[in-house]
């Protein structure tokens, strides 16, 4: 067996695709802004903010929900499949006929090619229910595919606001010698941090209107269970439980 040298080969290429997506992500300050606002609309207006991404794109919704340094009333819904029928025109508008999404919510949906039947579906029922709809998606990739979907339409088509993840086609972006495809995708990481960022322009907004924003502890710093606690129960005539339901 021969020994390969990798000394020199080995590098922090993740990290360097991550500091260019960073560096590209910050053009979108405006529409975060803009996201930010509709947020602060919502939690204001006693809504719910709900975030919804199939398969992996759940992850960013996920990290904007139910955690510490985050606000009570956002809500990641499930999808049970994890995204398998996503192709299937369809299974998407059954899938909002037990969703309750409400007029005064706000709805975040991510995905990446921003073509699929489900997504799109989700998209048009939000729409028809007057709830504002901010698209997390990569827009290059999108513009040069057609949707799967008899509508036509993609994504940052119906979106009142687009946060631009700028993620290339196929999501994964590391080359290594010897590979024929590529390794590692970046939508995750950007996806959450815009969706990170406009938190934190959402909370400002809030604090400048004079609201205080709802923001969760976390349960492992002492005093966090309690204080969450309160928080519920202070916004519970506002949201009742369904925060804690799973769509």
């Given amino acids: 067996m021969v020994a390969l040298d990798l000394q020199g080969v080995r590098s922090l290429k993740y990290f360097d695709v991550a500091e260019r997506v960073i560096n590209q992500l910050r053009d979108q300050e405006e529409n975060m802004k803009r996201a930010a606002r509709l947020i602060a609309d919502t939690v204001i207006g006693g809504g719910i903010v709900q975030a919804f991404g199939s398969g992996h794109s759940f992850a960013a919704a996920m990290e904007i929900s139910g955690r510490a340094g985050g606000l009570l009333p956002v809500k990641a819904v499930f999808e049970e499949t994890f995204g398998r029928y996503e192709r299937l025109e369809g299974v998407g508008t059954e899938f909002c ?50 949707s799967r979907h008899s509508s036509g339409l993609r994504l940052f088509e119906m979106a009142d606001v687009v946060l631009d993840n700028h993620t290339e086609d196929g999501d994964a972006a590391v080359s290594i010698d010897g590979l024929n495809t590529k390794v590692c995708g970046t939508s995750t990481l950007a996806s959450v941090l815009l969706l990170n960022q406009t938190m934190v322009f959402a909370i400002e907004e809030m604090l400048e209107r004079g609201y205080e924003p709802p923001v969760l502890v976390s349960n492992n710093v002492d005093g966090g269970p309690e204080y969450n606690e309160k928080l519920l129960h202070r916004y519970l005539e506002s949201y009742g439980y369904r925060i804690f339901l799973r769509r």
């Fill in 97 to 146: 006929k037990s969703w309750d999404l409400r007029r005064g919510d706000c709805l975040i949906l991510i995905s990446n090619s921003g073509r699929n039947p489900f997504i799109i579906e989700v998209a048009a029922f939000a729409k028809s229910i007057n709830v504002p709809v901010i698209a997390v998606t990569s827009v290059e990739v999108s513009k040069a595919k057609p």
